[in-house]
């Protein structure tokens, strides 16, 4: 069972535009979420977090937005640059080990 | 400083074959995990080793091993390889390793991409 799902395999976006990339989760103890960027033959690097007792938290073009009762959480990129085309996936460390539960990612194009 | 290392990049071998996959953390990094990623699938993790002990494991049969030197690098093995563990294995370090938040200081190498025929 996914405890951390991103149900969008790709998405495509302008140059310019508002990328909105989505994040959903079962398990209600997760308190703490990141986002991760990963460029092809690259590892993911870290690009922002938010925890539980906030619901945004805002770095630059880049926006977490966490919806607790949904279980929802959404990152907004804008504008959307070239450069930000890339697999953006969504973890939670696990309360026991805080080791990650990884989506799998989406990937987004970004058109010029 | 030098980012996280992994050799080899590429690697391809046959099933019932086992494989030595190499991780250098950064220096002065005493945490290295590894990670399994599969087309579809987020990354899933095996295993964490700090100071030469492995203190975190995963779901993973028994056939996935690992080891950390002294020196912090970290080694993962698979023996009798299957099909299906053709993969991107990617290894991470940190300082300590230790708390969610420390996730954020985690940096991850390029990966190894393996492949099982």
């Known amino acids: 069972d996914q405890q951390v799902k991103q149900n969008s395999p790709s998405l495509s976006v302008q140059e310019g535009r508002i990328s909105i990339l989505n994040c959903d989760y079962t398990?209600?103890?997760?308190?703490?979420f990141l986002w991760y960027k990963k460029y092809p033959a690259e590892g993911p690097t870290f690009l922002i977090s938010?925890?539980?007792i906030k619901d945004k938290n805002e770095d630059g073009r880049f926006t977490v937005f966490l919806n607790k009762s949904a279980k929802h959480l959404s990152l907004h990129i804008v504008p959307s640059q070239p450069g930000d085309s890339a697999v953006y996936f969504c973890?939670?460390?696990?309360?026991?080990?805080?080791?990650?539960?990884w989506g799998a990612g989406t990937k987004l194009i970004i058109k010029p | 400083k030098a980012g996280v290392t992994q050799t080899p990049r590429y690697l391809i071998k046959t099933r019932g074959q086992q494989v030595t996959l190499s991780c250098s953390p950064i220096?002065?990094?005493?945490?290295v995990s590894w990670y399994q990623q599969t087309p579809g699938q987020g990354l899933q993790f095996l295993f964490e080793?700090?100071?030469?002990?492995?203190?975190n494991k995963g779901n993973f049969p028994g056939r996935f091993s690992g080891r950390q030197f002294s020196n912090s690098r970290s080694e993962m093995n698979v023996s009798t390889l299957e099909l299906g563990d053709s993969a991107l294995y990617l290894c991470?370090?940190?300082?300590?390793?230790?708390?969610?938040?420390?996730?954020?200081?985690?940096?991850f190498g390029p990966g190894t991409r393996l492949l099982v025929l």
């Open positions: 991470a370090s940190s300082l300590e390793g230790q708390g969610a938040t420390s996730q954020e200081t985690q940096y």
């Open positions: 220096s002065g990094h005493r945490s």
């Open positions: 080793y700090f100071s030469e002990t492995q203190r």
């Open positions: 398990n209600s103890m997760f308190d703490y």
């Open positions: 938010i925890s539980s």
């Open positions: 973890a939670a460390p696990e309360e026991s080990n805080y080791q990650l539960i």
